[in-house]
């Protein structure tokens, strides 16, 4: 089943890639598309999500709240790509709210490897398919700056 849905709403820090509103002025009939979506899929009907993990500061700072279904992201810098990659802060909360420590997060679009990056800093193991060669070896580039290896084989 699904576990959620997330509309993401980014902020415009770089053209093109994830992270940047997607928009065809061109058209000129319709709405511009200003956001994407998120989903977070589970083997089974009964599922962890833990909305505690990944609650925000309230405006005044005075207590928490839920997170809403629509965040705004900034994207982040990836020397080892030319590509806009998944910034860590789309990944963190969806790991933290959906698994426990020791719990293995499967990213069947691995690309340059962030999910498997925020993975390791929480304590998670992680499965990564990718079929792109150059997004693998950027993604074991970017492994081997965090303690132990995080890729285990192809």
């Known amino acids: 089943?699904?576990?959620?849905?997330?509309?993401?709403?980014?902020?415009?820090?770089?053209?093109?890639?994830?992270g940047c509103p997607v928009s065809h002025p061109e058209h000129g009939d319709t709405l511009t598309v200003a956001h994407e979506y998120l989903f977070l899929f589970s083997k089974s009907e009964r599922y962890y999500f833990d909305q505690d993990a990944i609650k925000q500061q309230t405006t005044n700072g005075n207590g928490l709240k839920n997170r809403r279904t629509v965040w705004s992201i900034n994207t982040e810098p990836c020397p080892e790509a030319h590509f806009a990659v998944f910034p860590r802060e789309l990944v963190r909360p969806c790991i933290l709210a959906g698994s426990h420590p020791n719990d293995v997060i499967l990213d069947p679009f691995y690309g340059a490897g962030t999910t498997g990056i925020v993975a390791k800093e929480f304590n998670r193991r992680c499965i990564g398919i990718e079929l792109n060669r150059e997004f693998i070896e950027i993604a074991e580039r970017r492994a081997a700056k965090v303690q132990g290896s995080l890729i285990l084989g192809e």
């Open 1 to 18: 089943g699904v576990r959620g849905t997330y509309k993401l709403s980014p902020e415009r820090r770089a053209k093109g890639g994830l």
